[in-house]
């Protein structure tokens, strides 16, 4: 069980933090507050799966508790980011103890797979059934509700049974998803059947009422059945059947031999007494580890925003940390595949982070070979984030995925599941990328590896009024391969450059991946620091769309504040 200790709060509301009902849906600049609680809070894209958190939250769950029936919730709320049929990541505090951990649902090749199985194309393979990797997702909340929660299993899905079953009205993320995926969603029978409104004979639009009658009845199964007799339950009969119906090549000895895995976090410190606790690999929290303990070393303040030539001079050095850190992201891949000991060593040491900042110059950017990238690795897709803190202090910051939009693009029939394509973030092996670049052979495909993942959940925490560890911070983010450098960015406005979390989260964001070899800056960035860095010989692109979404909870002055971003339209809640 995670531990109850009380946190620590003032008995009255600061000046800048304003009470708002629960399920207020914000998808533009119009709030001008952030939002405050006395004791917990969930935080997440979708205003209603907050609010399902906080309930169970209210009902003496625990974090952990509330993070899975908000994971369940967003299931259905956010089914082209997230589902039963994808894997996730989730960091864990215990308050008690102080002590964290991170728990890997993430899916892993089919013992079927092999390296040539899409032959020798760039991408592993086209959207299909070929792409599904053994998904974790429920095996993963099974693990840590058996371990880390606290309500009875089966109390966990009732609020996601009862919207599946009654109709949940469509929120702005997936109205704009289903916009976006319009061709897929009209030309595939199975997704068609639940995102096409057959009262408008139009796909769904924002606020209409959806149902997602067969995925409510695989919720009941795994509500009443458990995991205990997944060999022989309802479960695996009405997965393998959807599975080998569609072609994949996921069998039930797959979903049977699938591990959960518990592992250490990876752990750097930040601005003197904080620790950042994120996954270890094939996770990239290494990477936002990396950018970190660069930027640290830099000792940013408040001073670094308060002129055009300040901010110039920041954000270059921030995009130079950024170069550094995908460099090595290049030779990331599954921990117990491939030996990457050696390489998260140097990512989480200050004194390497030292000699990467050496070598950044402020006067001038440089051609990609400067930064020494060893291979290629390919971009990964959307997912969908989940921060909460729960009234005891423990904290859980969890992303889910099934990687590109409505994943593999295909819905199992009888249980309602859309299945993932994350066979598609292994490396392909065959190929050499257009800038001369080696596939990452660390991220090559085997049965039952875990494919690299720039899913980076992060927990923050410092010392505590009596000297224990407290949670500082809980943030994570969808967004594929800029996931990282969104995180570090938004970390440093909090922590280092005086922003609270909602300025943070709110300002315009800017992201290099090293390759290609652009800055790509969110549409109204500041273009005086745009003209700085030309001079530099930054190449810049502007960017028309929403690249990075952030959820995070920051804990000052014994106030919980909460944010979820307004580029999905979500909204936390909490009391």
């Known amino acids: 069980m ?113 390296d040539d199985l899409f032959g020798k194309n760039q991408k592993m393979s086209s959207r299909g059934p070929l792409d599904i990797g053994v998904p974790g997702e429920i095996k993963g909340y099974w693990y840590a509700h058996q371990k880390y929660g606290r309500l009875p299993w089966a109390k966990l899905f009732e609020p996601a049974i009862k919207m599946a079953r009654y109709g949940f009205p469509v929120p702005f993320g997936l109205h704009r998803a289903i916009e976006d995926g319009e061709e897929l969603l009209c030309t595939e029978p199975s997704l068609k059947e639940i995102f096409f409104n057959k009262e408008t004979e139009k796909l769904f639009r924002q606020n209409e009422i959806m149902h997602r009658p067969q995925l409510g009845e695989t919720l009941e199964i795994i509500a009443s059945e458990g995991m205990e007799n997944f060999a022989t339950g309802t479960l695996m009969k009405n997965m393998m059947a959807d599975l080998e119906d569609i072609g994949a090549i996921v069998s039930k000895q797959d979903l049977l031999d699938y591990q959960v895995l518990e592992k250490k976090p990876i752990e750097t410190t930040l601005d003197g007494s904080l620790r950042v606790l994120c996954p270890p690999p094939p996770s990239c929290g290494v990477v936002l580890s990396f950018i970190l303990n660069i930027l640290d070393g830099f000792l940013l303040n408040p001073n670094d925003l308060a002129s055009p030539e300040a901010r110039i001079h920041m954000y270059h050095r921030t995009i130079e940390a950024f170069k550094f850190a995908y460099a090595k992201r290049s030779s990331l891949g599954d921990e117990d595949f491939v030996d990457v000991k050696e390489l998260v060593a140097n990512l989480t040491s200050k004194t390497y982070a030292d000699r990467m900042r050496q070598l950044i110059t402020d006067n001038t950017t440089h051609e990609f070979p400067y930064y ?204």
């Open 2 to 114: 995670i531990a109850r200790t009380a946190i620590l709060v003032k008995s009255e509301y600061p000046r800048r933090c304003i009470r708002i009902s629960p399920g207020i849906n914000r998808q533009s600049h119009t709030r001008e507050s952030e939002k405050c609680y006395k004791s917990a809070a969930v935080a997440s894209d979708c205003a209603q799966c907050s609010t399902v958190g906080k309930h169970i939250l209210l009902e003496d769950g625990n974090a952990v508790d509330a993070a899975i029936a908000s994971l369940l919730c967003l299931g259905l709320t956010d089914p082209q980011s997230m589902g039963l049929g994808g894997g996730f990541l989730m960091t864990l505090f215990n308050a008690s103890t102080g002590k964290s951990t991170v728990i890997d649902a993430r899916e892993t090749a089919p013992a079927k797979v092999a």
């Open 372 to 575: 020494s990238p060893s291979f290629y690795s390919p971009q990964t897709s959307g997912t969908s984030h989940l921060s909460v803190l729960d009234q005891d202090g423990n904290a859980v910051s969890a992303t889910s995925s099934i990687n590109w939009r409505f994943g593999c693009g295909l819905r199992g029939r009888r249980t309602g599941i859309i299945w993932n394509d994350h066979l598609n973030d292994f490396t392909a092996p065959y190929t050499v990328n257009k800038f001369g670049l080696q596939p990452n052979g660390a991220n090559f495909i085997q049965p039952g590896k875990r494919p690299l993942s720039d899913m980076s959940p992060a927990i923050v925490v410092g010392p505590g009024n009596n000297g224990s560890p407290q949670v500082r911070l809980v943030i994570g983010a969808a967004g594929a391969t800029v996931i990282t450098c969104a995180l570090a960015w938004v970390i440093a406005q909090n922590i280092s450059l005086g922003k609270n979390i909602k300025e943070a989260i709110d300002s315009y964001r800017f992201y290099h991946q090293l390759l290609p070899p652009s800055v790509t800056c969110e549409e109204g960035f500041d273009e005086a620091v745009i003209r700085g860095l030309k001079l530099k010989g930054h190449v810049t692109s502007i960017l028309k769309r929403t690249l990075s979404v952030i959820q995070a909870i920051d804990v000052r002055d014994g106030w919980i504040f909460a944010e979820s971003d307004f580029r999905k339209g979500g909204s936390p809640d909490g009391f």
